[in-house]
């Protein structure tokens, strides 16, 4: 069952995009959801995850997630993908981010984490940015709590 949360942010993407030009809608803006919180530990540290899944992710093409050698590198990978996908919270402040996604079906399963005991944002968003193009795609606000 679909949560009221989840149905608002569906709802306010789609109203958001209807100020759209024609070429902007072929391309739509993500509408971002979280889907659970997980609880892991690396290196005697414990985390917790906040995973989320783009409700529009059949929207974007492959060709945005193919390797692009010949732009810039992300780190030693030389193969990164030609859109980069990056976790902000409310406040702009980058979280995370995402430099090799395969094809737009990994967007189901993008996450950010924080430390088990801090205190996570309270809304964050996505960018997708398509450095071929030179465009950034933005989400909605998502909330961090289920």
Known sequence: MMSRKFLFACLLAILGGLGTSPAQAAVPNPVLYL?????????GQNFVRYRYD???????GADMF?????????GNNHNASRTWVDFFDQGGHR?????????????GQIWFSVPEGQVPPSYI??????RQ????????????VM
């Open 133 to 144: 193009t030179n465009t950034k795609y933005r989400s909605n606000l998502a909330e961090t």
């Open 95 to 107: 979280l995370y981010g995402f430099c090799a996604l395969g094809s737009p079906n990994d967007l």
């Open 66 to 74: 193919a390797a692009a050698p010949a732009l810039p590198p992300c």
């Open 125 to 130: 968003y996505i960018e997708l940015n398509d």
């Open 54 to 60: 783009v409700l529009n992710r059949s929207a974007y």
């Open 35 to 43: 889907t659970t919180m997980e609880y892991y530990t690396v290196n």
